[in-house]
């Protein structure tokens, strides 16, 4: 089954403005991770953040994690068309599960030049 | 170049039939994963692998079945029972040190359409 539930299912923008995707899980986690997938692609691997970590960026992206609200966003900046992708946060419970993730239903990015 | 490859692209399934798909990985990873997705959907994990010769079920394992004899390897059958076989199924693989035994390497996926 999910853990993880994405929001807003859907977002469009302008290029140049900023983009933030919500996500909720329901257990307790050992990381949680973003992932990319363009339209009829595999899945690219974006960042990942420990559950002892409340923020962490790279590039254009910055994530952040609220173990207490068991919760996390992805916010992308300066947005470009090439970000036009769907957007998946990915939930990694660690122990005898090692490296399974649950995936939630992701977030469809469109940016407008 | 390292990576996964899955083949074929697209495949398609007549009824009653089973059909396999191949994952591929170069990256010497230990653990591998088949997922399949749906339209407007998130990943849903079908089996998994951490080592050679041993496999777990995952949340949506019926109608599926999966052998692993080299590490290298992780061919996916979807059988005759499975009665809604039409998806995207994505093969993904995992390392062992620090953050690559946490993250996962996605292949470009195989669409399966029914006849």
């Known amino acids: 089954s999910q853990q993880g539930e994405e929001d807003p299912q859907a977002l469009s923008i302008q290029e140049g403005e900023n983009a933030t995707m919500n996500c909720s899980y329901k257990?307790?986690?050992?990381?949680l991770q973003w992932y990319r997938q363009n339209s009829g692609r595999g899945l690219v691997h974006l960042i990942l953040?420990?559950?002892?970590?409340r923020e962490k960026h790279s590039g254009r992206l910055r994530v952040t994690l609220d173990t207490s609200k068991k919760s996390s966003s992805l916010l992308i900046t300066a947005s470009r068309a090439a970000d036009t992708a769907s957007y998946f946060c990915?939930?990694?419970?660690?122990?005898?599960?090692?490296?399974?993730?649950?995936f939630g239903q992701g977030t469809i990015l469109t940016v407008h030049p | 170049d390292g990576g996964i490859t899955q083949s074929p692209k697209y495949l398609f399934r007549k009824e009653g039939q089973n059909v396999t798909l191949s994952c591929e990985q170069n990256?010497?990873?230990?653990?591998m994963y088949w997922y399949r997705q749906d339209p407007g959907q998130g990943l849903r994990l079908i089996y998994y692998?951490?080592?050679?010769?041993?496999?777990q079920k995952g949340d949506i394992a019926e109608g599926y079945s999966v052998s692993r004899e080299k590490k290298e390897s992780f061919p996916l059958t979807v059988t005759s029972a499975q009665k809604n076989p039409t998806a995207f199924y994505l093969c993904?693989?995992?390392?062992?040190?620090?953050?690559?035994?946490?993250?996962?390497?996605f292949g470009p996926g195989t669409r399966l359409l029914v006849l």
């Open positions: 953040i420990r559950s002892n970590e």
């Open positions: 993904a693989s995992s390392g062992r040190q620090g953050e690559t035994q946490e993250t996962q390497y």
């Open positions: 990256l010497n990873h230990d653990a």
């Open positions: 257990t307790s986690i050992n990381n």
């Open positions: 990915a939930s990694n419970a660690g122990g005898t599960s090692y490296g399974k993730l649950t």
């Open positions: 692998s951490q080592i050679v010769n041993d496999f």
